[in-house]
């Protein structure tokens, strides 16, 4: 696919979709709760629409509609198993996520995806599911998919300490913790985003944080909810850097999700020299909402590391091509979690944006960025990755000569599969 280029500025208002992380998360607190749950501006892309596959395959009624979903819940002990095996086709959250829910169930059930989720690794989560009491084994008794799931009724609750910073292993054993007989413990590495637990209060649940550490007692039940998604700072994170780095830009993103534990992408902004306001707006109670208008900006290097990580692991690969636009060298290290996403994100942004000019050096756990550096025309690829190549549409909007050629654009439908009409729409 050829890309936009040259695009001499972006002015307009545009409200990206549904958060991928709630619209997810939402599916299965209502699938899992009492009663009905209506969800709107939920994020209609492949992966969101693989947990609606997965869900409806247990037993649960799932109506879909252009402006909402609508679920009739089963809750926990009326799933259903499913009479083939459940293809979460690119999504790790899904595959993840519902290994800690299958674990409660007195059924086998085999999860599988593309060949990229089959490359990542589960370990994570199979391990401190096995100390629970189910029985999990992934392909040739490996941690891959295809990954086979024996649940259990009497899970153990356990006291466990992360030994990585994510947010859906987190979940996975929150879920199981929710079936399980007595309390269990989690203790965090650092602190990722928390929308499990909004949820859960959000649906009627109790759970306890403080700090790192959280702690879950098992036997609750949930009541079915309405819910809107706010929209996906994951997917705003494009624009806002578009704005940032294209000159004489202005752009206003309505109605953004702005979870603390998402927002470290404006921290970085705010630190290198954006030039951004934030308007908060009314929302759940769970999730705080705001407009963002962003304009361009003369930006500075700065560090990204330690606790920020979480915050933004998924916003790396375009702070990395913002990187590229800043005065200075920009370094992001304690990011190794980027090795094991869709591709080796480490690598395919040193790699794709080397080819367009940019002075990138990848390391065992980051990027040196060397700024600033104009791009030229390339081809280009995504790997399938899909913050990979809406990361390479943005880079594309600085070359002044030629074409920029994109391999396997189609993967930004994962998240975002008007993307690259709303670029349009911003000429």
Known sequence: ?????????????????GDKSISHRS???GALAKGKTTIRHFLLAEDCLSTIKAFRSLGVAIEVSEHEVTIDG????????????????NSGTTIRLMMGILAGQPFKVELFGDDSLAKRPM?????????MGAKLDGKNNSEFAPITVLGTTHLKPIEYTMPVASAQVKSALIFAALQASGETVIYEKEKTRDHTEQMIRQFGGKITTEGLTIKVEGGQTFIGQNVTVPGDISSAAFFLVAASIVPHCEIKLINVGLNPTRTGILDVLKEM??????????????????DIIIKTAKLKATTISGEMIPRLIDELPIIALLATQAEGTTIIKDAAELKVKETNRID?????LTKMGAVITPTEDGLIIHGKTALKAAKVTSYGDHRIGMMLQIAALLVQEGEVELEQADA???SYPAFFDDLKSLS
């Open 273 to 290: 020299g954006g030039d951004f306001t934030i308007h908060q707006g009314e929302s759940d109670v769970s999730e705080p909402v705001g």
């Open 348 to 352: 395919a942004v040193a790699t794709e």
């Open 74 to 89: 089963a809750s926990f002990s009326h799933l259903k198993a499913p009479k083939e095996s459940l293809d979460v086709g």
């Open 412 to 414: 930004v439908n994962v």
């Open 27 to 29: 599916i299965m607190f």
């Open 1 to 17: 696919m050829k890309l936009i280029t040259n695009k001499i500025a972006l002015n307009g208002t545009i409200e990206v979709p």
């Open 123 to 131: 370990n994570r989560v199979m391990l401190p599911l096995r100390a």
